[in-house]
């Protein structure tokens, strides 16, 4: 993906989601990371399922809404998942070391990062989950782009 790229996926339920969401992590380089963007129930946990996955992570994937970050290891590559959806002010990520993470050999996958905006280093990849439910309940498309 270039700095310059966007795609839109289409995801017509939980497969197509996991399956976008795997695609990315089987390509995510160390020290990337990745936004993650959606109303609530919009499929954000299936998506980083399907990204762990393909990280070579077999553990159980759960959103880290009041940890903050989860930490995977023994995949290809090292994961930090956080959902900083609680995150009053961007100065608590310094508390739980968020640097390390995201300026490390770590891949990032970073729920609700709009909480944490000025916190984003330039070249993270964004992707938007986009729920259609006028037409199908389970239509969702996945808008990643490179910022």
């Not at 966007?6 to 795997?22: C, H, K, L, Y």
């Not at 968020?98 to 916190?119: A, K, Q, R, T």
């Amino acid at each position: 993906m270039t700095t310059d790229d966007m795609r839109t996926i289409e995801s017509r339920g939980p497969e197509d989601t996991f399956r976008a969401g795997m695609e990315l992590g089987e390509n995510a380089a160390p020290g990337e990371i990745y936004l993650l963007s959606g109303d609530l129930g919009a499929g954000k946990t299936v998506f980083a399922k399907g990204f762990a996955k393909g990280l070579g992570i077999e553990d159980d994937i759960t959103s880290p809404t009041f940890t903050i970050i989860h930490q995977y290891e023994g995949g290809r590559l090292p994961l930090a998942h956080f959902d900083v959806y609680r995150i009053a002010d961007p100065d608590e990520m310094y508390a739980i070391g968020y640097e390390e993470y995201f300026f490390g050999d770590w891949v990032c996958l970073v729920e609700w990062p709009e909480m944490i905006e000025e916190l984003i280093p330039e070249g993270a990849v964004h992707i938007h989950i986009l729920r259609d439910d006028e037409s199908d309940m389970d239509h969702r498309r996945l808008v990643v782009e490179r910022r």
